[in-house]
């Protein structure tokens, strides 16, 4: 907590001492923030708890010279899905699993130069690269944080890295032949930063990362010795694996060519990097302690370990914008280079009992380790639409994966279609009250999710949002898993 209450005052110093001792001529830096408190109610009172959370955001920015600007922003959290925290303290770019509480985390932290021809940005920064409004296909250059996947906006669930990025928009004698706003946007992250996950008391801890009930074994030879009937107890930890070695030749790197063509804005870009999605491995150890408790049958307890797996893969794609008759079109596809996709943990148990080898391993004392994950190549595309009636904005996209060459059963399907259609309105004559309903139906996987929630400006500073939260379906899907979680949920911010 002493650590925790430091970096607070660091920061509010830095702060204070960046609006008092700037240059006469510089215009006073921007210092702001947003103070929230929010928490849930349970549907389904059998699913792990989330208790109500605090959460402050500051920033302070400024505008130097014309060309120069620097920005600082800085989280902090108390409660929420964090469950038998280790502490208070700072959130690091080290590990997956960091149950600290209250926690301290930095933000978007960076200094920018603009000219005419090109800007450069140096810092902890946030991308979003894609034109849907669901998942893009060519969001890759933030990792993720799950804390509470299904409600927490958008830009909460990204983690800001150090990165170096600049455009070049070329001289202006060449622009009469190139479409309009044509740039090259390059993007170096030095480091790879690790992903953040729940553990495994917490509420938005994914069912399918559970190893599942004691194995029921009956008839099993190894080596012509039979061995079972046995009884195998499981017993799983969490433990955290080594980030990605910290080597410049080891970070990501993505490019992105962008302009404006005939009314259509496009993009094409590229990305070699680490993965910002969640992927696993499982090392497993057999202890034979009380192997005699039962006559004749073999009891064994399977000590299993959920570690972080990071993983490369390289993509490529594109994507589309366009306003037409009063629509407004978009369209996303990616060509993933062997990209890992999730399994079920408990499905792993049936790879190891059917392999003779990884059986006699165990049985020596060995660990066995094997992926939660398949490296798949895939096309990721979508498309969509809204169009503004009276003051209704219906949106309608529908996003598919195609897997090729996949033999082994996913928490996707080979194909999978997800259908998302969205229906926002303001009311008022001042429009402070907004209300906003989400449906998304994943076809092949079978589940389907609704959000509705209403947003009322109480005054311009002050805002109450309250919504609900229904999750329907197949246990062994992405979205489905998390069939227990349906709730109510509310927040009250404050904006200064």
């Known amino acids: 907590m002493e650590r925790l209450l430091r970096w607070i005052a660091t920061v509010v110093s830095l702060l204070v001492a ?11 830096p921007t210092i702001g923030g947003r103070i929230e408190g929010s928490g849930i ?3 389904d009172q059998s699913s792990p708890r989330q208790r109500p959370l605090a959460r402050i955001d500051l920033f302070a920015e400024q505008k130097v010279t014309s060309e120069l600007r620097w920005k600082l922003a800085t989280t902090g959290r108390w409660g929420g899905t964090i469950e038998n925290a280790s502490g208070a303290g700072l959130i690091d770019f080290g590990h997956s699993f960091q149950n600290i509480d209250p926690s301290l985390q930095l933000d978007e932290a960076w200094l920018e130069w603009v000219d005419d021809d090109f800007d450069v940005r140096a810092g902890n ?55 309009d706003d044509a740039r090259v946007t390059l993007v170096w992250e030095p480091i790879a930063v690790p992903w953040l996950f729940p553990e495994a008391d917490e509420r938005w801890f994914p069912p399918a990362a559970e190893t599942g009930p004691p194995l029921q074994i009956g008839s099993l030879t190894v080596n012509d010795r039979e061995i079972c009937p046995c009884v195998v107890d499981i017993d799983q930890e969490i433990r955290n694996s080594s980030a990605p070695a910290r ?5 990501n790197v993505a490019l992105r060519v962008a302009g404006r063509s005939g009314g259509v804005d496009w993009s094409a870009m590229f990305f070699d990097g680490y993965d910002p999605a969640a992927n696993f491995s499982v090392p497993v150890r057999l202890d034979l302690s009380n192997a005699g408790a039962i006559p004749g049958v073999l009891s064994a307890t399977a000590l299993t370990q959920l570690r972080p797996a990071y993983r490369r893969f390289q993509s490529i794609g594109a994507d589309a914008s366009s306003a037409f008759g009063g629509f407004t079109t978009r369209f996303e596809a990616a060509w ?4 890992p996709y999730p399994r079920e943990v408990s499905s792993l148990t049936g790879e190891i009992v059917g392999d003779e080898q990884r059986v006699a391993a165990l049985l020596d004392g060995k660990t066995v380790t094997l992926n939660a994950f398949e490296p798949r190549d895939a096309a990721e595309w979508g498309i969509g639409a809204d169009y503004l009636i009276d003051g209704w904005l219906p ?14 059963p996913l928490l996707i399907r080979n194909v999978d279609t997800r259908i998302t259609a ?19 139906w994943g076809i ?3 589940y389907e999710m609704v959000r509705a929630e209403a947003t009322y400006a109480i005054t311009d500073a002050i805002a109450a949002q309250l919504g609900v939260l229904g999750v329907w379906g197949d246990a062994r899907s992405l979205i489905g898993e998390f069939n227990r979680n349906s709730e109510l949920f509310g927040r009250l911010s404050y904006s200064f």
Do not use: C
């Open 18 to 28: 960046l609006q008092t001792g700037v240059r006469a001529h510089a215009a006073l």
């Open 41 to 43: 109610v349970r549907f």
């Open 125 to 179: 920064q946030r991308f979003t690269w894609g034109k849907l409004d669901g998942p893009k296909p060519n969001d890759l250059l933030n990792p993720l944080r799950y804390y509470d996947p299904l409600v927490d906006r958008e830009k909460d669930q990204k983690i800001a890295v150090p990165a170096l990025s600049g455009s070049y928009y070329f001289p202006s004698s060449w622009r009469d032949r190139l479409p």
């Open 247 to 251: 080597r410049f030749d080891n970070g």
């Open 336 to 339: 993933r280079f062997r990209r």
């Open 395 to 408: 949106l309608l996209e529908l996003y598919q994966i195609i897997l090729l060459h996949n033999d082994t």
């Open 422 to 440: 969205s229906l926002r309105k303001t009311w008022l004559e001042a429009e402070s009250l907004e209300t906003k309903i989400v449906g998304l």
């Open 444 to 446: 092949e996987s079978g």
